[in-house]
């Protein structure tokens, strides 16, 4: 609580927690003095008997009503959307969710609407995780920025689980001659030592209530992976983000892709979730370099698709290219990173220990034309199970028929 008023003052600070139906089912208060011009924290605790437990299948929400009186007289209120659920990440379990195992079937998604551009009406997210939901989709990486507001609101009233990402670099770039030089000639790199702290803590104080977010990731794909700085900082952040959030059991991740450095720098043990994104050959090194004994896929397939274009022979193929500028709609080509859903799945299957995979991507976004990055008028991925419109190519059928257990496909 700041007093920003000129004199001191004794604060009631009240909390009541209003039920979907608009009940009131718990409340706390506590009088608390306060000086002028000073930040003064208050902590309280509420106890709500029988909650009802936010899920995938009932995503429960409750409104938070804090308010701060003195006498009589209301001077601030703020209400919050929450959800009351439990979270773990257990060695033998893997991911639990109000004590039930969850596998993740998860997604990731960059931040613009396709057609829409940045600025996303709240209609397109909401209509974004309900095509993917009937997929079987239940989880979505923010790849690779703090999220819109809304689509979080979105993920916690439709029940989708959230990985809530902060950085796509620190301060190297991959060329190591060029350590200072981000990955991007006007990137964050400029800004990170002077403002990570800043902008992570905004993340983490907006986002904690979210019951949708799961856990937190601060990097993708960071060229410091391979140092031992990389470790230190992963240390750090995690840190400053368990000091914010006040869930010890939402954890933290980095999507790493430089194996082994990423091991023999100490990163993947620096981790609470291990994670990687593609190379799937160390997944069983990566789980050995750390105690938590899980890892997690933040980053497969990167399979490359058109929706409605059938090219012969049908055939696996890396890079494929064509005149006409598009992809096999057969979902039999990839990148030269990358691979084909069959063996992200396999791998899955045969280790129980993954936690889950995030698909790279769940719709085609703006820019990054891998194969076909220097043709005219290629501007948009071919990565997406959806197309930029939202319109399913033959692999959501397929990521549906492996993913989606409650309905036939």
Known sequence: ITNELNSRMNGTVKHVLIDAEGNEVADCWVVVEIL?????????????????????????????????????????????????????????????????????????????????GAAVPARVWERRLEILKSGGCNAIRT????????????????????????FDEWTMG??????????????????????????????????????SVVMYSFGNEIPEQSTARGAALTREMQTLVHSLDGDPNRLCTQGASSFPAAIESGVTAAMEIPAATYRLPFYGAIRASNGLGIMLGAETASTVSSRGTYAFPDEPGMMVKRDCGQSSGYDTEYCSWSNLPDDDWAVQEDNPWTIGEFVWTGFDYLGEPTPYDGYWPSRSSYFGILD??????????????HWNRSSPT
């Open 36 to 116: 002028a011009g000073v930040k003064h924290p208050v902590a309280q605790t509420l106890t709500v008997n029988n909650p009802k437990l936010w899920s995938l299948d009932d995503p429960y929400l409750y409104t938070l009503r804090s308010t701060i009186s003195e006498g009589d007289k209301e001077l601030d209120r703020v209400e919050s959307v929450v959800g009351i659920r439990t979270i773990e990440y257990d060695i033998d379990k893997g991911f639990l969710l109000n004590g039930e195992h969850v596998k993740m079937y998860g997604v990731n998604v960059h931040h613009d609407g396709g057609a829409m």
């Open 143 to 166: 790849a690779h920025n703090t999220p819109d507001p809304t689509f979080l609101d979105a993920c916690d009233k439709g029940g989708m689980l959230v990985m809530d990402e902060a």
């Open 174 to 211: 991959w060329n190591r001659t060029l350590a200072r030089q981000g990955k991007n000639e006007y990137g964050y790199y400029q800004y990170f030592d002077q403002w990570f702290e800043t902008d992570l803590r905004s993340m983490i104080t907006r986002d904690r209530n979210s019951p």
């Open 388 to 401: 930029l419109a939202g319109l399913p190519k033959d692999r959501y059928w397929l990521y549906r028929a």
